[in-house]
Structure formats: structure tokens, C-alpha cells
């Protein structure tokens, strides 16, 4: 856990800002631990698009005022994307979602390999991760290799991992956090490794981007995407690409828009101007949880807070859960290892289906999620796939103890019966 002293969060006023967290189920507040499915928003991302919409709502290119300024939106949200991920504004992509655009890039990266070339997976991985890969190997003649789970604490075996890479390797695609265990795995020795024989790193952020600071060029990414809805923003979807590598792979374009710079070329058809426009005010937000000079130097601080508030959600998460008669905890469940997961929490109760545990905790106002979150390998790799998977709590920033422990002392409940 990081001791530096740090200016905490102020968790009541910045729950004011977002409406939702207002709701209630039968007289009491909502607790929204949905959160790796998709995050609240604040009210200035809701009025951001609304104001678009209904001021600025025009297509691109035009030579009037609507226009310039749906463009002005389009060069905001580049410089806000590549304040989050540490890149340059010409590298960004935007898409739908992180799996479409995953799917495209995965496809025109398959167009400069070669039938026998492997791509290097992870047990760990949200399919977003997975399945482009073993599409395009089915296309190609590629070949995908699986880096295994541990069981016991829900980490990647790293020594397996390397293993696998060879002169054959062109890809390595693994998760900066896992959305079913939480787990940060080494990232710095999965980008090295990678590079070592000559393949690109290609990381998936989308759990991580709402409890960690992203830094492409920093950590020597050659890919990196995310999805704004799990970090305060809207459904959109957006990668940023090293510059030489956006500039060279094939890109299915519309004649006309042949020449776009380096990542925009992947950009196909018209995207949602609000939703660019309700992602800026998202980063914007989490800027403002910081402090600093610079939009970028902002937003490590306010990352450095939200660490700190969410390692001390997930202190106190572990000691209750663990407590729970029959719970079962997946992942890592040492409390001095608190740096190497983020607050999401997978688990099952004896004799209570997972389906039946969110259903109870439902109606109670607690929301979880259930099943496999689309983390296949993960939960095949536990054992759960046929028992319906696990229950999943997920915190954020504006999470606070007493949900915690509403959240623990329903369980308790659950487990008695």
C-alpha cells in the first residue's frame, strides 16, 4: 500500500456529483458495485452531451458554425485521450467499443503476418482480448497460445508466459488489470518480454483505467485500449497506437477519407459527437480530482488519490470477506499484496448459486454481477464455468466503507440460511 502522504479524496462531495448514486430500492440507497460492468457518470458529462446535442449537433467538415464546432470536439476529445493514456493526440482511435475496435485493429495487424505466426494470450483476459485473436489466427493460419492462470491467487504464471515467446511470437496481448480477479499483472515484464522477440505489446485497459494511471509511451505499449463508460464517461470505445505503427497498418477506409493521420484511420464512419463530447468531460472530471499545472499532471495526482482510497476499500473488503462462512474468494486475498489487485472481488457461498446471490443482494439494493463478465479463460481456468461462474463486487472511487460493509453484512445473512 502506498504510505506517502496524500491528499484524500473527498468522498461526500464528489458523490454529490453524480446523480445516479442519488437512487434508491425500497426506501434505501442504491449501492452501485456494478461498477467493472460499466461506471456511473457525473452530471457534468451528462450536461456535456446535452449541450452538444442540443447546440452543436452537425457532421464534420462543414463551412458553417454547427460544424467547426462538432470538429472542435473531435480535437478536444484527441487531446484529452491522449492526456489519459500518455500518448499523442495523432495516435488516438475511436470507436463503438473496445472489442470492435480491438477486432479491426486485430484485423489489420493479421494483414502484415504470415501464415505460422503466433499471438501469445492470457487466461487472465476479458475475450475482448481473446477472441479477435483466435478469429484472425482462423483466417490467417496464425497460432494462438494461452499463458496460464495460478489458481490458488488469481495471478498469471509468469514463468509460463515467457515461455511460450519465440522468434514466432508477433503479439502479446494480456490485461493491465483482470475485470474477474482484479489482478495487475507485471506489466513492465510482459511489454519487456515482448519486446525481446520482436513482438508488440497490446494491452487491454478497460478495467484498469478507472483505478490506475495509463502511460503507453511510458511503459513502451505499443497498443493500448479502453472503454470511457467503465471510467465516469459515456459507451465509446478508444485506443491509442504507436504513431509509426498506425501509420503503416492497412485500414478499411472510405475512399475519401484515404488520408487521415496515423490512428484516425481506423476511425470508420461517423462517430457519436456526443459521446466524444461526454468522454472530454469525463477526463476532465477525473482531472479535477487532482492537482497540477497541466491537464496530464492532474490526472496523476487525482490517480494517485483514487489509489489510496481504493486500497483502503480493498484493506478493509478483505478482512470482512474472508470472515464470511462459506465464501470463497478468488484472487489475491493477502492483504500485503493489496498493490497487486484492484478493489474487484470475485466469489462464490456454499450452496447459493451465484445468480441467486446477486438476486438477494438485488432486491436489497446492492448491485452485483454475476456469471463470467465475458472473462472466459479465467473462470474456465477456476472451475465455475458450469456452476454459473461467481458473484462479482466491484468498488470505485466512490465507494465508501459503510457500502462495503452493507455489502459484507448481506452476505453474512446469505450465508446463514
Known amino acids: ?26 426506501g434505501r440507497p442504491a449501492i452501485f458495485l456494478d461498477g467493472p460492468g460499466g461506471s456511473q457518470v457525473p452530471a457534468s458529462v451528462i450536461a456535456a452531451m446535452v449541450a452538444y446535442l442540443q447546440g452543436s449537433n452537425a457532421n464534420l467538415g462543414g463551412a458553417f458554425a454547427t460544424s467547426a464546432e462538432s470538429d472542435a470536439v473531435y480535437a478536444a476529445a484527441r487531446a484529452a485521450a491522449a492526456d489519459l493514456t ?27 503476418l504470415t501464415a505460422g505466426d503466433e499471438v501469445v494470450v492470457t487466461e487472465l483476459d476479458h475475450d475482448g482480448n481473446v477472441s479477435p485473436w483466435l478469429r484472425v489466427a482462423e483466417d490467417r493460419g496464425l497460432v494462438v497460445r494461452t499463458a496460464p492462470l495460478r489458481v490458488g491467487d488469481g495471478t498469471l504464471d509468469m514463468d509460463a508466459f515467457e515461455a511460450l515467446l519465440g522468434p514466432r511470437t508477433k503479439v502479446v496481448a494480456f490485461t493491465l488489470a483482470s475485470n474477474a480477479l482484479g489482478t495487475k499483472p507485471d506489466a513492465r515484464r510482459m511489454i519487456d518480454a515482448a519486446h525481446r522477440v520482436g ?73 457519436s459527437h456526443e459521446a466524444l463530447t461526454g468522454f472530454v ?45 462459506g465464501l470463497q474468494l478468488y484472487g489475491i486475498a493477502d492483504p500485503a499484496r493489496v498493490s497487486e489487485r484492484t478493489p474487484t472481488f470475485s466469489f ?19 448491485f452485483t454481477w454475476d456469471g463470467n463478465y465475458y472473462a472466459l479463460n479465467a473462470i474456465r481456468a477456476l472451475g465455475l464455468e458450469a456452476s454459473g461462474g461467481a458473484v462479482r463486487a466491484g468498488f470505485l472511487h466512490y465507494t465508501t466503507v459503510a457500502e462495503v460493509d452493507r455489502l459484507v453484512d448481506a452476505l453474512d445473512r446469505i450465508a446463514a440460511v
Open 86 to 112: 500518455g500518448s499523442l493526440p495523432e495516435e488516438i482511435a475511436f470507436g463503438a467499443n473496445m472489442t470492435t475496435l480491438n477486432f479491426q485493429l486485430a484485423h489489420a495487424v493479421a494483414r502484415t
Open 281 to 325: 468531460a469525463a477526463v476532465d472530471y477525473l482531472a479535477s480530482l487532482g492537482e497540477g499545472e497541466t491537464r496530464a499532471a492532474r490526472l496523476d495526482s487525482a490517480y494517485e488519490r483514487i489509489v489510496a482510497h481504493e486500497e483502503a476499500l480493498t484493506l478493509h473488503a478483505l478482512a470482512r470477506l474472508t470472515a464470511v462462512p
Open 199 to 271: 513482438a508488440l505489446a497490446w494491452a487491454d485497459a478497460v478495467h484498469y483505467a478507472p483505478h490506475g494511471r495509463i502511460d503507453r509511451a511510458g511503459l513502451g505499449l505499443d497498443v493500448v485500449v479502453c472503454s470511457p463508460y467503465k471510467f465516469f464517461g459515456p459507451h465509446l470505445g478508444l485506443a491509442a497506437i504507436r504513431h509509426d505503427l498506425a501509420v503503416s497498418w492497412p485500414a478499411d477506409r472510405v475512399r475519401p477519407a484515404d488520408e487521415e493521420p496515423a490512428g484516425h484511420r481506423f476511425e470508420t464512419g461517423t462517430q
Open 1 to 26: 500500500m502506498n504510505t506517502t502522504a496524500i491528499a484524500p479524496l473527498d468522498v461526500a462531495a464528489l458523490r454529490r456529483q453524480f446523480p445516479a448514486l442519488a437512487r434508491e430500492i425500497d
Open 348 to 366: 462464490t457461498i456454499e450452496e447459493h448459486a451465484p445468480r441467486a446471490i446477486s438476486e438477494t443482494l438485488g432486491a436489497q439494493g446492492i
